[in-house]
């Protein structure tokens, strides 16, 4: 293979795969006691999600409430009776969901 098609075949792929370091996801962090459920949403480049909403849903799929996340990517729910879980849908890729045995 020739010079040229060498720093050719380095500078597509730098160019390709370059745009995997840039990507970030969204991340949510959440933890309970027997009456408040607490999560921070996020992404995982560091940046804060705020004013993003944070569903609690039934495992009947009812939608049980939703709060928008505060100034510190923070929301805050009255635990619910019985099975449920949280998800936190940032509209970058997929939604992020925490369900009540992962707290």
Known sequence: MSVRKQCCFA??????F???????YPVMIC??????????VGFTDGSKAVGKPVRLFSYEE????????????RV????????????????HEFPVEVDVGEL
């Open 11 to 16: 500078l597509v792929t730098g160019v390709l």
């Open 18 to 24: 370059s745009t995997q370091v840039f990507a970030h």
């Open 31 to 40: 933890d309970a006691d027997s009456q408040t459920i607490r999560c921070e």
């Open 62 to 73: 009812e939608l049980l409430g939703e709060r928008k996340s505060d100034r510190f990517s």
């Open 76 to 91: 805050e729910f009255e635990r619910p009776a019985g099975d449920f879980y949280l998800q936190f849908d940032s509209g």
